[in-house]
Each structure stands twice: as structure tokens, then as C-alpha cells.
């Protein structure tokens, strides 16, 4: 396969084969800096050397109903996280001031849980009323499955975004959640773009799935016209049913990576959960295909850290993308 005629192709308005996207995770790790310097092209193209910095905030941690068997804060986990009710407003306000400190361009508050509450979602509604007031950063929330009656009030209420990942292929879903489905989070995310909001929605790879649902992963989401898609690597937590699995090589993450930028050649592609541990020293090449990124951590995991962050971006040639006053 000639990596370059792809993005070629991508860049003249043509879109790649469900074969292609395969090769591209099938390709040898000989052909892993061609992949990437074919995707860098499409990448470079839409977005130059920019990286979008998001910052995460769990607003309520742990005690969720779902079974999703990756997660530490599911039911059905014994991982020893930090476990509290949602945090207020003011807690929430604080969060936003320090992200934009950290120059992030987006805020993402995320709550454990299959939906919210009333009363929560109106703690989020005004939290986001007041940092909309108060600081200059772009808002996501990821709060579960949603109604199309609070998609409205999150709009209202000054969220940009919604996110609510597919985490994987329709055909893998239940292998790892059997408390809701597939097309459950179909539903909810295109009630968020109905309700106007940007859609957040991306996936979780190295639970056992296979390269062809990795593929339709990607495709799924360009089904969807998914804003912006965050890629996390499982970083098998302790205490939950996943804890055995071996972790992702570098290689596979970043053909991920780059499969998911010719799929979606527009759209942000940031890298999530997982970056570290299972990219580690080569983590920097995701960013030849991808164009955003977490700083500080994740939901209950650790980064490593601000300044490594802005010196691998920074050392790299890439520029942080400038906050919208
Ligand atoms: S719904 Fe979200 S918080 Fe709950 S177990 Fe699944 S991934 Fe974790």
C-alpha cells in the first residue's frame, strides 16, 4: 500500500475503503513512520501543527450502576478510587479558572453514573451558566445517557459540547457492558447534535476487540459526524475485570491513531486516557495524527504531568492551539 496516494486521495475530497482502514491497522511496523507521515498530511492540512489542550474534570467519582468492565468507578469494581457525590458549583467554577491557567482551550466536566439526576444536571446548568460569565473556555460535559429535554437545558445553560464515546465496534459492545447497548449511546449522542451541541464521541481500544472493530469503530463515528474524538488505550486498572489484559504496544495505539485521522480526516482527534502507559516514550508521534490532547490526568489516573506535556509539544515543533477570549 502506497500510504501517501491515501491521504492524497483524502485530501481531494475522496475517503478511504473499510479494506484500507484495515491495512492501515494490519500494516508492519516498518511502514508505521510512512502511515503516520501520511496521516501528519491530512492532519497538517486541516489543523498545521496546532494541539488543543482539554482539560478533565470528574465532578463525581465512582459509585455508577453500569458494568462497564474497563471502568474503576462501575459497579462492579473494587479499584480503589477516590468515591464522593457531585461537587458544586463553586468546586466546578474553581476547576474552569485552573484549566484556563493550563491555557486549555475546552473544559471537559464528566460524572460517573448512566444519566444524571435532576439536581445534578442543574448543578452542571449552573455551573456552566456561571464559568460562560467568568472564564474564556469551551465547555464539555459527559454526564451519561440523555433526554432530549436535557440535551436542551445543557444548550441553554452556555455547553458547547456533549461527549458520550462508542467505545467500541456495535458487535464488541456487550462483551464489555451488559447493562445498556450499543445503540443506547447511539441515541443519546445524536440527541446531543440534535440539541445543537458538538458531539464528543470516541472509544476505548485493547478490551479484546479486534482490528475489524476498531474499523468500524472509526466509521461509526463518521456516521455519526462526531466533532471530535477522544482515543483512550486501556491502561488495565487493578480491581476491575479487565485487570489481566495485557497492555497495547506503542505501534498498534498510534496506527489506531492514524486509521482514525484517514476516516475522519477533518475532524479532532485527540488522545486520551491510557497516552502514557501504553505509548510511553513514543508518545509524541501521536501527535503526527492526532491534533489535541488531555493535560493533568484523567478521570482517576494520573498524566505526566503540565510541563512534560507542553515540553513534548513544544520540543516537537507543535504549538499550542491559542485560547478564544
Ligand atoms: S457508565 Fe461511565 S462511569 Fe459508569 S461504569 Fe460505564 S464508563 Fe464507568
Known amino acids: 500500500m502506497k500510504w501517501n496516494e491515501l491521504s492524497e486521495r483524502v485530501l481531494t475530497g475522496g475517503q478511504i475503503t473499510r479494506d484500507e482502514a484495515l491495512a492501515i491497522m494490519e500494516s508492519p511496523d516498518n511502514d508505521l513512520l510512512a502511515v503516520l507521515d501520511a496521516a501528519f498530511t491530512i ?11 482539554h482539560v478533565i474534570r470528574n465532578a ?24 464522593y457525590p457531585m461537587q458544586t458549583v463553586e468546586q466546578i467554577l474553581k476547576g474552569a479558572r485552573e484549566a484556563h491557567a493550563l491555557t486549555a482551550v475546552r473544559y471537559c466536566i464528566v460524572t460517573s453514573g448512566r444519566a444524571p439526576s435532576e439536581k445534578d444536571l442543574e448543578t452542571i446548568c449552573e455551573a456552566a451558566r ?19 429535554e436535557q440535551a436542551r437545558r ?12 462508542l467505545e467500541s465496534s456495535e458487535r464488541f459492545y456487550s462483551s464489555f457492558c451488559t447493562t445498556h447497548v450499543f445503540t443506547d449511546r447511539v441515541e443519546t449522542a445524536r440527541i446531543a447534535k440534535a ?29 455519526l459526524d462526531a466533532d471530535s474524538i477522544p482515543l483512550n488505550f486501556l491502561d488495565p486498572r487493578p480491581g476491575t475485570p479487565l485487570e489481566g489484559l495485557p497492555r497495547l504496544t506503542p505501534a498498534d495505539c498510534l496506527r489506531m491513531l492514524a486509521m482514525v485521522r484517514f476516516v475522519n480526516p477533518d475532524r479532532e482527534i485527540r488522545i ?23 493535560t493533568v490526568g484523567y478521570l482517576t489516573t494520573a498524566g505526566q504531568g503540565y510541563q512534560a506535556d507542553m515540553d513534548m509539544i513544544n520540543q516537537a515543533g507543535f504549538t499550542v492551539t491559542e485560547i478564544i477570549e
Not at 43 to 53: A, D, T
Not at 131 to 143: G, N, W
Open 195 to 223: 440539541a445543537g451541541l458538538e458531539l464528543c464521541s470516541g472509544g476505548l481500544i485493547g478490551m479484546g476487540e479486534t482490528v475489524q472493530d476498531r474499523v468500524d469503530l472509526a466509521f461509526a463515528l463518521r456516521g
Open 272 to 294: 486520551a486516557g491510557g497516552r502514557e502507559a501504553c505509548i510511553g516514550s513514543m508518545q509524541v508521534l501521536s501527535l503526527y495524527a492526532a491534533n489535541s490532547m488531555f
Open 60 to 83: 463525581k467519582s465512582g459509585l455508577c450502576s453500569e458494568n462497564c468492565s474497563f471502568c474503576s468507578q462501575s459497579a462492579v469494581s473494587d479499584s480503589e478510587i477516590p468515591k
Open 43 to 53: 492532519r497538517r492540512h486541516y489543523f498545521g501543527r496546532g494541539v488543543s489542550i
Open 154 to 165: 445543557l444548550k441553554n445553560a452556555g455547553v458547547d459540547r456533549y461527549n458520550h464515546n
Open 130 to 148: 456561571q464559568i460562560k460569565r467568568e472564564v474564556p473556555v469551551q465547555i464539555c460535559t459527559s454526564l451519561g445517557l440523555l433526554s432530549e
